[in-house]
């Protein structure tokens, strides 16, 4: 119950596309979703995080879309760039609780 | 405002070995947390420290252990090194619980190779 799967695990865009990935979990204690970027060699940097009480949330290029009763939420990548290139994280936190439980990742490739 | 700071940045060790690794918190955040990240279980929580107390510990042998100063400087050591621990170790900061207002920010990790 304190998965949260993410998909695809692989993904290759072109250039200017829309990139999306998937996650959903199972624990409704969870409060906090989270996406996370790393590039190789980097720590995992924050790029956009929403609670469940807001469905959709917008960032420049990125947003997130949150699906409660489904218990899904998604990460869209608009106009997607080279630099987009890296691998995405995205992380559920209960309320109260110092502990982020990750998904196992997404290796985006922008083509150019 | 200077990010997380770990040290060092690579380590190799012998199996049976331990190890101390260090962390520098962003200035003002009191909450440091410890994540392992392996190509197969991928990140997954170790510990959390606020105040020089742990509040959280996930499920990692005991070998695993950590501590926070009152300059909320944090340090975890694995003793008894095995293969397996082979690893990027990744710190994490926030100013309190991590939630909207207060979002765990990464260092750039400590890449632990056991021999």
């Known amino acids: 119950q304190q998965q949260v799967k993410q998909s695809p695990q692989s993904l290759i865009v072109q250039k200017g596309g829309i990139s999306i990935i998937n996650c959903a979990y199972e624990n409704t204690a969870f409060d906090y979703f989270p996406w996370y970027q790393q590039f190789p060699g980097k720590g995992p940097a924050l790029l956009i995080a929403i609670r469940p009480d807001v469905s959709e949330k917008k960032e420049g290029r990125f947003t997130i879309s949150f699906n409660k009763s489904a218990k899904q939420f998604s990460l869209h990548i608009m106009d997607s760039q080279p630099g987009d290139s890296a691998t995405y994280f995205c992380a559920a936190a209960p309320k109260g609780a110092q502990k982020l439980v990750f998904g196992q990742g997404t290796r985006l490739t922008i083509n150019p | 405002k200077a990010g997380v700071t770990q040290t060092p940045r690579y380590l190799i060790k012998t199996r049976g070995q331990q190890v101390t690794l260090s962390c520098s918190p962003i200035s003002g955040h009191r909450s440091v947390s410890w994540y392992q990240q392996t190509p197969g279980q991928g990140l997954q929580f170790l510990f959390e420290?606020?105040?020089?107390?742990?509040?959280n510990k996930g499920n990692f042998p005991g070998r695993f252990s950590g501590r926070q100063f009152s300059n909320s400087r944090s340090e975890m050591n694995v003793s008894t090194l095995e293969l397996g621990d082979s690893a990027l170790y990744l710190c994490a900061s926030s100013l309190s619980w991590t939630g909207i207002n207060s979002p765990l920010h990464f260092g750039n990790g400590t890449r632990l190779t056991v021999t």
């Open positions: 420290y606020f105040s020089e107390t742990q509040r």
